[in-house]
Nanobody, 125 residues
């Protein structure tokens, strides 16, 4: 059974930092991109960042470039999202996702193979 389990969410003041983790299990992800999406109250789920498991290449949404960093630990089968300079507009439930789409198809979010359960991030002003 494939599982993506997120952790690391919480509450922080604007300008602060959090690191999210996504522990992946149940299969090998060598041909996958793993990424993060977020959904704020009353808004659609949006793409945040992704990393290709095979070569570690990354892709970011414009809204988080320069503030967020996605990385992976192959030995732990875990993907991380380091979030710095957080803003109140970053408040959302953050979801881990895995996708076999070629290129950076994961950013469309329309063919995700696996989703995590989500973790809440709240940034106060």
């Amino acid at each position: 059974q494939v599982q993506l389990v997120e952790s690391g969410g919480g509450s922080v003041q604007a300008g602060g930092s959090l690191r999210l983790s996504c522990a992946a299990s149940g299969r090998t992800f060598s041909n996958y991109a793993l990424g993060w999406f977020r959904q704020a109250p009353g808004k659609e789920r949006e793409f945040v960042a992704a990393i290709r498991w095979s070569d570690g290449s990354t892709y970011y949404a414009d809204s988080v470039k320069g503030r967020f960093t996605i990385s992976r630990d192959n030995a732990k089968n875990t993907v991380y999202l380091q979030m710095n300079s957080l803003k109140p507009t970053d408040t959302a439930v953050y979801y881990c996702a895995a996708d076999r789409s070629t290129g950076w198809g994961i950013r469309r979010g329309s063919a995700i193979d696996y989703w995590g359960q989500g973790t809440q991030v709240t940034v106060s002003s």
